[in-house]
């Protein structure tokens, strides 16, 4: 049996027994944290081609022949050489970014070759993937304050000791126009112009320079100069990704394969991306407090995902979890501190993870939030306005109509009525959403045969809450 394997035996145990105990909890974090550093080289070719496809989107041309390829390096005494592209965009990093960086930590473990590509050549143009409008490009200075603390942040999930670093403008700076010329003339303008976010800038009237056209084929000479095995890129960056395969053929090298990972979904539920525009993120330099917290908050259909993401859990793992809190063995909470538990130790340790999850505890379980210090909805000022417009304004909760209901739907959406006698928490359906603030108040009160006078009365949506008063 693999390491592997003994590890799986080892954690299929402790996830048969009862997740809401502490000491089992910390038994089972200790050993799924362990396999971060496990040796991965006694896999077969086609283990380790498995393993790595269990966490993509696509492998490109297939499975198979990335097994392949690792069993033929194999025998000529090689890793494969795999590349990820990283432009340094932004000085913070969140949990969306580190999804490649652990399966790079996995090929890695495995005995093959990385290299991080440092994009500071095409930093200065701007990746304009997945945007409406062109990126703006970065200064030197830009590109060396962001890239000053990204290593930091990404080391918990990452061997930046096993990995070579490189820079494009090693070969991108000196590249002549003769040259670049002689290149374009191969590629055809259709093909650079399929991607979805180009044609929907056009169709808007949308600016799209020609830099931007361009950026595909720098990034695909990054994988002629390295001559690639494997790259890595998001969901986003598939075509990008298959410019490279083409160079490669162009100048007679063997076309790279691809890999592309998941577009992580955003901790708030309503379906967008992680990004931090979006206040939907869980920041690597937040405290184990508050990355545990962010967890917590987010709808039950996210753990699946979020662990396949983030965990070294296998796919059985995974199916045998969720189908316990289908089932109602396992209350979804405790596998959702079970996850968040999971992605603090790797930030943190296993003992933040533990003293995180046990002040998480001692807060929500409370039988009142007398003591919690919660914004107030004024009933007499926003008792008119929907509901989701309060959790726009007072909560500052995704600014939609849409995105309330899709919280309602995941059974989010409460109000919780205090009296002396305890806590009472009504799910307000998806139609209660869009609909005033004192009139949902009111019916339910009514309809709970309370008033205002007998406690208290929350609004909470997620894990964020707000005091409602004057009804």
Same mark, same amino acid.
């Given at each position: 049996?693999?390491?592997?394997?003994?590890?799986?035996?080892?954690?299929?145990?402790?996830?048969?027994?009862?997740?809401?105990?502490?000491?089992?909890?910390?038994?089972?974090?200790?050993?799924?944290?362990?396999?971060?550093?496990?040796?991965?080289?006694?896999?077969?070719? #086609?283990?380790?081609?498995?393993?790595?496809?269990? $966490? *993509?989107? &696509?492998?490109? /041309?297939?499975?198979? =022949?990335?097994?392949? %390829?690792?069993?033929?390096?194999?025998?000529?005494?090689?890793?494969?050489?795999?590349?990820?592209?990283?432009?340094?965009?932004?000085?913070?990093?969140?949990?969306?970014?580190?999804?490649?960086?652990?399966?790079?930590?996995?090929?890695?473990?495995?005995?093959?070759?990385?290299?991080?590509?440092?994009?500071?050549? #095409?930093?200065?143009?701007?990746?304009?993937?997945? $945007? *409406?409008? &062109?990126?703006? /490009?970065?200064?030197? =200075?830009?590109?060396? %304050?962001?890239?000053?603390?990204?290593?930091?942040?990404?080391?918990?999930?990452?061997?930046?000791?096993?990995?070579?670093?490189?820079?494009?403008?090693?070969?991108?700076?000196?590249?002549?126009?003769?040259?670049?010329?002689?290149?374009?003339?191969?590629?055809?303008?259709?093909?650079?112009?399929?991607?979805?976010?180009?044609?929907?800038?056009?169709?808007?009237?949308?600016?799209?320079?020609?830099?931007?056209?361009?950026?595909?084929?720098?990034?695909?000479?990054?994988?002629?100069?390295?001559?690639?095995?494997?790259?890595?890129?998001?969901?986003?960056?598939?075509?990008?990704?298959?410019?490279?395969?083409?160079?490669?053929?162009?100048?007679?090298?063997?076309?790279?394969?691809?890999?592309?990972?998941?577009?992580?979904?955003?901790?708030?539920?309503?379906?967008?991306?992680?990004?931090?525009?979006?206040?939907?993120?869980?920041?690597?330099?937040?405290?184990?407090?508050?990355?545990?917290?962010?967890?917590?908050?987010?709808?039950?259909?996210?753990?699946?995902?979020?662990?396949?993401?983030?965990?070294?859990?296998?796919?059985?793992?995974?199916?045998?979890?969720?189908?316990?809190?289908?089932?109602?063995?396992?209350?979804?909470?405790?596998?959702?501190?079970?996850?968040?538990?999971?992605?603090?130790?790797?930030?943190?340790?296993?003992?933040?993870?533990?003293?995180?999850?046990?002040?998480?505890?001692?807060?929500?379980?409370?039988?009142?939030?007398?003591?919690?210090?919660?914004?107030?909805?004024?009933?007499?000022?926003?008792?008119?306005?929907?509901?989701?417009?309060?959790?726009?304004?007072?909560?500052?909760?995704?600014?939609?109509?849409?995105?309330?209901?899709?919280?309602?739907?995941?059974?989010?959406?409460?109000?919780?009525?205090?009296?002396?006698?305890?806590?009472?928490?009504?799910?307000?359906?998806?139609?209660?959403?869009?609909?005033?603030?004192?009139?949902?108040?009111?019916?339910?009160?009514?309809?709970?045969?309370?008033?205002?006078?007998?406690?208290?009365?929350?609004?909470?949506?997620?894990?964020?809450?707000?005091?409602?008063?004057?009804?």
């Amino acid at each position: 049996m693999t390491r592997l394997g003994e590890s799986v035996a080892r954690a299929s145990e402790l996830l048969s027994q009862d997740l809401s105990s502490g000491k089992t909890v910390e038994r089972l974090l200790e050993e799924t944290g362990s396999r971060r550093y496990i040796d991965l080289t006694d896999l077969s070719p #086609t283990e380790q081609a498995e393993l790595i496809a269990s $966490r *993509t989107v &696509e492998i490109l /041309p297939g499975v198979a =022949d990335l097994a392949k %390829r690792i069993e033929e390096r194999r025998g000529a005494g090689q890793g494969l050489a795999i590349k990820l592209g990283i432009d340094p965009t932004a000085a913070d990093v969140h949990l969306g970014h580190v999804v490649p960086m652990i399966i790079l930590n996995r090929f890695q473990r495995m005995g093959h070759d990385v290299t991080l590509l440092i994009g500071d050549f #095409t930093a200065k143009i701007g990746d304009p993937s997945g $945007r *409406t409008a &062109e990126r703006p /490009p970065l200064t030197d =200075d830009d590109i060396a %304050r962001n890239l000053a603390g990204y290593q930091d942040q990404v080391r918990p999930f990452f061997d930046f000791e096993k990995v070579n670093f490189r820079q494009n403008s090693e070969w991108l700076a000196p590249y002549t126009f003769p040259e670049l010329l002689g290149l374009l003339a191969q590629v055809p303008v259709s093909q650079l112009l399929q991607r979805e976010d180009f044609r929907n800038r056009l169709a808007a009237g949308s600016g799209l320079t020609m830099s931007e056209l361009l950026y595909p084929i720098a990034q695909a000479l990054d994988s002629v100069a390295l001559e690639c095995d494997v790259e890595l890129g998001g969901a986003d960056q598939l075509l990008n990704l298959q410019m490279g395969r083409k160079l490669m053929e162009l100048r007679g090298q063997r076309p790279q394969l691809v890999v592309t990972m998941p577009l992580i979904e955003g901790t708030d539920g309503t379906g967008a991306k992680m990004s931090k525009s979006k206040g939907n993120y869980v920041a690597l330099s937040a405290t184990a407090e508050d990355v545990f917290g962010k967890i917590m908050s987010i709808p039950d259909r996210l753990m699946k995902p979020y662990l396949e993401a983030w965990t070294e859990w296998t796919d059985a793992e995974i199916t045998t979890a969720i189908a316990r809190v289908e089932e109602r063995s396992l209350h979804p909470m405790d596998l959702k501190k079970v996850l968040a538990g999971e992605v603090v130790a790797a930030l943190y340790g296993l003992e933040k993870a533990m003293a995180a999850r046990a002040g998480f505890v001692a807060q929500f379980s409370k039988k009142s939030f007398t003591d919690v210090e919660t914004p107030v909805v004024d009933a007499g000022e926003h008792g008119t306005e929907s509901i989701a417009t309060v959790l726009s304004k007072v909560l500052e909760f995704q600014p939609s109509a849409s995105a309330a209901r899709r919280v309602a739907k995941q059974n989010g959406l409460r109000l919780v009525i205090e009296t002396e006698g305890g806590q009472q928490s009504v799910v307000l359906p998806e139609a209660q959403a869009v609909r005033p603030l004192a009139e949902v108040v009111a019916e339910t009160l009514a309809s709970a045969g309370l008033t205002a006078a007998s406690g208290g009365v929350y609004l909470k949506a997620g894990r964020k809450i707000a005091q409602v008063r004057g009804v």
